[in-house]
């Protein structure tokens, strides 16, 4: 793939200039915005525009996001290679300033419900057990996470892969106890998509959460298959700091939502 020689060219002074993060981050703001056209622009600008935006930015997307995964875990990663396959933390800060606006659209709308009628017709008993664990879950696995991080740059290649392995078990109960959640709003409930705005932004924002942190999993889980090769050191260490960093904004994103949604829809 285009792309690779400068990879490896730039990882031989120690940087990383892989183009892929921006093309997906240009490619989301391309598709939000050919998604906001298509809900507030019926009779101001004509149907193609949002199509056509839409296609355009979703393919953009996915070339950028299906190019840096070549980089991150399908180029040559072996053990004497450097570190042509890591990713660029800048890169992903970038990707990360798309999701920010994505969230953002989310509570703007949250925003907009919570200035009509309060409380809803149908609010179900957000706060429990269930919640307080899962937020428990994911706030020690940032924790894992960053110190088995500490742990490879100190040297102590086992206590890593260790750590590592508890922040991607954590990730995966804490979907299971979404999924689990969900089944009980809707199931124990009725509360479901067709309950009214706030349904509809409840599970826009914690389904849109879920999907990032599902995304972090399936990285965790390349990560973590690619330590129990041997492929990382304390000076090849691109793609598990990249891969932290989405996982801690998923992490930051998780405690606001559930300040927001949760808390704030329960005592508001």
């Known amino acids: 793939m ?13 940087h990383h200039t892989s183009r892929w993060p921006l093309v997906a981050a240009l490619g989301a703001g391309v598709l939000y915005a050919g998604v906001g056209l298509s809900l507030v622009g019926p009779g101001l600008v004509p149907w193609f525009i949002p ?3 839409g296609v355009a930015g979703g393919s953009g997307l996915l070339v950028g996001l299906a190019g840096w995964a070549y980089e991150a875990f399908l180029a040559d990663h072996s053990p ?6 890591g990713l660029y933390s800048g890169g992903m800060v970038l990707f990360l300033v798309s999701d920010v606006a994505t969230f953002a659209a989310g509570f703007v709308y949250y925003g907009f419900v919570r200035v009509g009628t309060w409380p809803p017709e149908h609010l179900p008993s957000l706060l429990g057990s269930l919640v307080v664990v899962n937020t428990l879950l994911l706030l020690a696995s940032s924790l894992t996470l ?7 740059e100190g040297g102590n290649r086992r206590r890593f892969v260790g750590l590592l392995g508890a ?8 979907l299971a106890g979404q999924v689990y959640e969900y089944y009980e709003f809707v199931v124990g409930e009725g509360f479901t998509l067709s309950s009214g705005v706030f349904a509809s932004a409840f599970y826009g924002l914690t389904g849109l959460h879920g999907l990032h942190v599902s995304l972090g999993v399936l990285l965790l889980g390349i990560v973590l298959g ?3 090769r041997g492929d990382y050191s304390a000076e090849r260490d691109t793609s598990v700091r990249t891969v932290s960093l989405y996982w801690h904004f998923v992490d930051a994103v998780w405690v606001f939502l559930v300040a927001v949604l949760y808390v704030g829809a329960t005592i508001g």
């Open 167 to 174: 922040t991607f078990t954590l990730g995966v109960v804490f």
């Open 2 to 14: 285009a792309g690779t020689t400068e990879v490896a060219d730039a990882s031989a002074d120690g």
């Open 80 to 85: 004497g290679s450097g570190d042509p396959s």
């Open 226 to 228: 690619r330590a129990l």
């Open 146 to 152: 960053h110190y088995g991080h500490a742990a490879l």
């Open 51 to 53: 199509l056509v935006l």
